[in-house]
């Protein structure tokens, strides 16, 4: 990572922003020195340095929920932090997941759910429907959502919303898993829409 430019301000303290690597979800927002950084780095685990209590302050040192570090991103300008972090515990001293009210709440669990399907076929489990299409194969997988895109046009030419909306989100379910098969994700696809969109629009 590019060393911030932590002489941008008199405090010299950059705003870190605190991402949440699985869900998406941003948890919170704290502001960070060299040593606050260094000590970050070095742990492994979020420190920041605290205005109130004009020390260093690992988040979790006292409750316990700490956030374990993933990554950590520089913005162009080089004065604000972006860390990707797995939160062990809240992180909200509410006992809220977030500091933050949610406002993409689809977008967490897609990301959330993604995540589940990953670990599903890393770590099989015998008991687990997700699993056991990973164990069968790219054929089987892609044949389930052929079979719930039938169902979902189906669906479509009734007036159920309850059912239409049950195979919309079977179809989506088993579209998730065909992507993660694959070897890709829905970033990557809505990259693609984004790429096409921009050329769309030099048109």
């Known amino acids: ?16 922003i605190v991402q949440d690597d699985r869900t ?3 948890l919170m927002l704290g502001y960070m020195d060299q040593a606050a950084l260094n000590q970050t780095q070095l742990q492994r685990k979020v420190t ?34 972006l860390l990707k972090v797995v939160p062990v515990g809240p992180t909200c001293h509410t006992g809220n997941d977030t500091c933050f009210n949610e406002i993409n709440l689809a977008q967490s669990f897609l990301s959330a759910l ?22 069968k194969g790219i054929n089987k997988i892609a044949q389930k959502v052929g079979e719930e895109a039938v ?11 309850d059912r239409f909306l049950d195979e919309a989100a079977d179809l989506l379910f088993h579209y998730l898993i065909l992507l993660k098969a694959k070897g890709t994700n829905l970033e990557q696809v809505v990259k693609t829409l984004q790429g096409r969109s921009k050329s769309d629009n030099k048109n």
């Open 48 to 81: 920041f340095y605290s205005r109130s209590r004009n020390r260093l302050w690992t988040k979790g040192e006292s409750s316990g929920n700490y956030l374990l570090l993933i990554d950590i991103l520089l913005d162009c300008d080089k004065d604000c932090l």
């Open 1 to 16: 990572m590019t060393q911030p430019d932590f002489d941008k301000y008199l405090d010299k303290l950059i705003p870190a």
């Open 24 to 26: 998406l979800k941003v």
């Open 151 to 161: 169902e979902l046009v189906i669906e479509a030419k009734d007036e159920n919303q």
């Open 114 to 135: 993604e995540q589940t399907i990953s670990d599903r076929q890393s770590n099989p489990l015998s008991s687990s429907y997700v699993s056991s299409l990973f164990h």
